[in-house]
């Protein structure tokens, strides 16, 4: 009854003051515009970033979360390829067929590369291995000092959730190196990438980043990391009976793969420079008002980061990252200025977080899962943190009437926010393309990893729907491009509806008497443990 009670209140005030967006677009603006240089993890302009969100937190009465003030610093180890200075060759019967990085494929450096490398190839299918369901595409190979061939994904038969979870680094990092691979070239699935290869390729000129903190390296022994463009694979797959069309086949049908060795060797030479960088987290918290519940803490997060200047797209080379994510941190922004200005209080502290190097690989929102700057024996163990509501990305393109929700089905903190979400006359699905892996790849993964029951939510359609179409036009044209700037169509009255609708959610979970739990079949119930 009382759950009832606060989303019949929540729905009236959602009703009476439904919110028109234009001091969230405010907020994007400031955070979007060329003068921000898109706020490339570590640079000067991602700090002006910081400063600018930590101000803001100030205004709205949140109270600095550490001893650094609103600003956790966190240290990266930084790597950027030097092309010019490195190469990919196959070689088969000592013949060297020299590939075009770029065009061919490219190096990645996520990874920090040896200098060289050379190494039979195998195609190990999805190089997925999940013991839950008795799966292991490594079984019965001899891959130890092989480079692997995969496509990502995985079969049909694995639930959507579980199969991201083994595709995320970490987890995969444990069996390569149990395996002995020296090294992982992936190709890149047309069917499901988000951007393009014309577009994608562009992306190995970015600084790549590890976290400097050694107990949280992803160190998998792996010599070299490769993508392979998916319309040039035929170099790969010459004289082993197999080729692409057929693989990409098998993975539509949700199908296993077969594994078979390939003909030739990679000769691999790569140079890199390194640096040492740091940038920042900001975290502020609104205290809560119940003395039994205001050491538990309900997160809202989104991330500040994005990828800065790079190569240029139709003579633009800013990289603003407006609905990526400068909209998320100014959904932070805006409610937490709708909470002061209401003087709402909640039993439950609010602790928001605007974080770094989430392009990076969720590394800003790692690392304070690890080191949370609010204090308390508990917290240490994860025990004060009890749910993450997530806001990446959630792209207002269209008016809010359906939200797709991340992790819908595996908490308790799922059927709340359905109630939330149909108190206000929002319908909610759960993941309609979990072979995109978007489960894994946003700042609530970071949480759920230590435990918090966690979701993503964001602007959701059906399929065959023309809100499917603009979703997929936005993400081929403007996804990881330039063009993700301030001057591109939103609906900013559906924003401001997101973000109440959020808010109210967070002040759902900060006021109910029972913290949020994992469903009884949930896998990721065992990091609560």
Known sequence: MRRILILTLAAGLFAAAVPDGARWWRYVEALANDQMQGRNTGSPEHLKA???VAAEFEKSGLKPAGEHGYIQPVKFKARKLVESGSSLELVRD????RLALGEDAIIGVRTDPADSVEAPLVFAGYGLTVPEMNYDDFAGLDLRGKIIVTIAGGPSHIPGPLKSHYQFVTERARFLKQAGVAGVATIQNPRTADIPWSRFTLSRFQEAMSLADPSLSDNAGLKIGVVINPDHAGHWFAGSGHDLKE?????????????????????????????????????????????????????????????????????????????????????????AATLHGANTQTKRSLLFIAVTGEEKGLLGSRYF?????????????????VADLNMDMFLPLYPLHLLTVWGLNESDLGDLARSVSKSLDVEVQDDPEPQRNVFIRSDQYSFI????????????NRKGSKEEEVARQWLTNRYHAPSDDLNQPVDKRAAGQYNRLMMTLAEAVANNPQRPQWKPDSFFRRFAQ
């Open 94 to 97: 000592g013949k060297a067929e």
């Open 50 to 52: 910081a400063q600018y």
């Open 369 to 385: 899962a690890a080191h949370p700057t609010v204090v308390g024996k508990q917290l240490a163990e994860g025990k004060q943190l």
């Open 247 to 335: 693989l990409l086949a098998l993975v539509d049908a949700g199908k296993p793969l077969p594994r078979f060795p390939l003909t030739p060797t990679l000769r691999a030479k790569v140079k890199v420079d390194r640096r040492e960088v740091e940038s920042q987290n900001v975290v502020a918290v609104r205290p809560g008002s119940d003395p039994a519940l205001k050491s538990e803490y309900v997160v809202l997060s989104a991330h500040l980061d994005h990828v800065g200047v790079g190569e240029p797209i139709n003579g633009d080379r800013i990289y603003n990252g407006a609905m990526d994510d400068a909209s998320g941190v100014a959904s932070l922004l805006d409610i």
């Open 449 to 460: 990893r230590r435990g918090v029951p966690s979701l993503m939510m964001a602007f959701g």
